[in-house]
């Protein structure tokens, strides 16, 4: 690394921090961006001091969003009525990438997990419940993972929306015990919606 001046170790000190980028790795791109056009290089750190400013929560479902409704809130296509409540972005990212979904999602932002003293107030079940209060919802489907925390969030979720006048929907097995959504393949999430049972 000392072999590197002062402002290149800078970048690549910056690229280490980066999820699965080890210090190989953040040599090999700091000397591509070195190489790259200018153009190119400014483009990237534009759009990367962007993200924070433009990147907000969106108004309805809370999934990352540039404007105040996201793009599947905001479609008229999709069926307003069914809401499918995950626990973050990545897991909503994979049941839209199944196809199986029409409806529109609830990001709850985390699960439920006492020992980590995470509870209701810590995640958006308020939003959720507020948002079936003011009608025009049909069916709730609970779409989180199948372990501890996943388990626990549905049950809490179930036992909130048994007040209201919908159908309550738990996403069916087919997702391993234990399994993230995210790492599920796009067949099974598929089935899985599908199969969703009532709880
Ligand atoms: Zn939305």
């Not at 090999?28 to 290089?41: C, D, G, K, Q």
């Not at 759009?47 to 793009?71: N, P, V, W, Y």
């Amino acid at each position: 690394m000392n072999h590197y001046p002062a402002s290149i170790r800078k970048v690549i000190n910056h690229l280490n921090k980066l999820p699965g980028i080890g210090l190989k790795t953040a040599e090999r791109l700091a000397m591509h961006l070195l190489s790259a056009p200018e153009s190119e290089v400014f483009e990237l750190s534009r759009s990367i001091g962007e993200l924070k400013k433009t990147i907000r929560l969106c108004s309805q479902c809370f999934a990352l969003s540039d404007s105040g409704l996201c793009r599947i809130c905001g479609n008229p296509s999709r069926d307003n009525t069914l809401i499918c409540v995950v626990e973050n972005q990545a897991d909503m990212v994979a049941i839209e990438k199944s196809g199986a979904f029409t409806g529109v999602y609830h990001i709850l932002h985390g699960l439920l997990s006492p020992m980590d003293n995470i509870g209701p107030d810590d995640i958006r079940i308020k939003e959720l419940l507020s948002r079936i209060g003011q009608g025009n919802i049909r069916e709730v489907v609970i779409a989180t993972p199948t372990n501890v925390e996943g388990e626990a969030t549905a049950s809490y979720l179930s036992d909130c929306l048994v007040r209201f006048n919908i159908t309550i929907t738990r996403i069916a097995s087919g997702v391993p015990m234990g399994g993230e959504l995210k790492y599920v393949d796009q067949v099974t999430l598929k089935k899985a919606m599908e199969a969703r049972h009532a709880i």
